[in-house]
């Protein structure tokens, strides 16, 4: 006897391996099939409309059509929508009532992921993307002495940014990361020259991390990792720092080329995986680093051991934190209250469903009052600063701004220091974000 049918779903969702090995996956005709399967199903639902304007256009395609529905839409307007998508998996993960084990079967963001591959494939990737989504390569080039002041100085000047808006396609007005030389690797490796032999274990953590410094943590901001290891140390915590990294992938991902996202993988997991071996958890500062290396490569190489010993081992900091806390092991000696703090709930750190450890943290400091504001900053990394998408990004991101605006915090924060970024552009005051970590070091006062 058939199963009813059910609408939405109740259980808790789960994720099928990407099948990216296999030729199927690259064909176009099988790709629109699905394509028009899962915009009907959403047409139908609507109910990821606030999230990112993926859905929006979408649904003005279905309105603005013949037939009001989806096979009213051109097929080649199906491209429209995946331009729109940044993989941020909100959708999947808090919205859409019919994500496996739902009989419908369906992950808008993997199949967004799959039609980028399709077209990264066909058409690769254009000199603006590759420059964007090569992190690494270019914040090697960009924190080198004396050039760094030259890219800094120049990213600031108006006569530049509208050169590089018209002949690049880096939108103008959007924020730019700074640079710097001394990178959080240089920092960390020229502090740490003995191996720490003083740390407490716990059952749920070893007391041993290594951190993995990430393109951002390292050539763009490094005093949040200098903060990140300030703060583990504080709490009898030793920190080495991974011997070799590249850019974990999520660049290459969010532009489908798969190919990329497993060369990088041969680098890196290999060096953590020796890590966990000998006793080391795995933190990164960034929560989309961690997002891959916890979700995104297990799902592409499901059957690699060590990209699963990695995937264990790897904490959100603050998923670290709580579970030292939960021995006993984090100590609350602040002697700094924060006030009022609004907490911007990042994405990626969202979807690795070990819930809100940041402000769970913050909410330990004394006199301190966190208001967590769970909202996508459209930013994504690199799609806040693409000149067709910029003002769209600033759109997204100003339900985050009316809250500060209302609530007028000491401090506003967020996970990931982009958005944080973004937030900051789009607030328009002079005002600046600072990173959870670095408000917890500031509460501990050293």
Request: aromatic share 8%; hydrophobic share 35%; charged share 25%.
């Amino acid at each position: 006897m058939s199963q009813p049918y059910r609408e939405g779903n109740l259980e808790a969702p789960t994720r099928h391996p990407i099948n990216w090995k296999d030729p199927n996956f690259y064909n176009e005709d099988d790709l629109f099939v699905e394509l028009e399967r899962v915009y009907d199903i959403c047409h139908g639902c609507r109910r990821c409309v606030s999230l990112c304007n993926a859905f929006p256009t979408l649904f003005d395609l279905v309105d603005e059509s013949e037939t009001f529905e989806v096979d009213g839409v051109a097929k080649k307007d199906y491209w429209k929508v995946v331009e729109h998508c940044y993989l941020c998996d909100l959708c999947y993960m808090t919205k859409c009532p019919y994500v496996p084990p739902h009989e419908w079967n369906l992950d808008f963001p993997h199949l967004m992921l799959r039609a980028k591959a399709v077209q990264h494939k066909k058409h690769g990737a254009s000199l603006r993307n590759k420059i964007l989504s090569s992190t690494d390569t270019v914040g090697k080039l960009a924190s080198i002495p004396v050039i760094v002041n030259t890219v800094n100085t120049f990213n600031k000047m108006p006569v530049f940014r509208k050169a590089l808006h018209a002949l690049v396609g880096v939108h103008e007005n959007a924020k730019v990361p700074s640079y710097h030389s001394k990178t959080l690797r240089k920092s960390l490796l020229a502090t740490k020259t003995e191996v720490q032999t003083k740390f407490t274990a716990g059952e749920l953590t070893t007391g041993k991390v290594a951190i993995f410094a990430t393109c951002y943590g390292n050539y763009n901001e490094p005093q949040i990792g200098q903060d990140l290891a300030v703060v583990l140390e504080h709490n009898d915590v030793a920190i080495t720092l991974v011997d070799k990294e590249e850019c974990c992938g999520m660049p290459k991902l969010e532009l489908g080329d798969l190919e990329a996202v497993a060369r990088a993988k041969e680098v890196n997991v290999p060096e953590l995986a020796k890590l966990v071996e000998q006793g080391y958890d795995i933190i990164a500062p960034v929560p989309s680093c961690v997002l891959m290396f916890k979700q995104e490569l297990p799902l592409m190489f499901p059957d690699d051991e060590q990209v699963l010993k990695v995937k264990n081992a790897i904490f959100d900091p603050f998923e670290y934190l709580m579970l030292r806390h939960k021995e006993s092991l984090l100590r609350t000696d602040f002697n700094k209250s924060l006030g009022n703090v609004s907490y911007h709930a990042a994405c990626h750190q969202r979807v690795q469903n070990i819930g809100m450890k940041t402000r769970d943290v913050l909410q330990l400091i004394p006199d301190t009052v966190v208001e967590a504001i769970e909202r996508c900053s459209g930013h994504d990394g690199t799609y806040a600063v693409k000149k067709e998408y910029h003002e769209v990004a600033m759109k997204i991101v100003k339900p985050i701004v009316r809250k500060i605006n209302e609530s007028q915090p000491d401090h506003y924060t967020s996970d990931c220091a982009m958005a944080g970024r973004h937030i900051e552009n789009a607030l328009e005051n002079g005002s600046e974000t600072k990173h959870p970590i670095s408000l917890v070091r500031q509460a501990y006062g050293i």
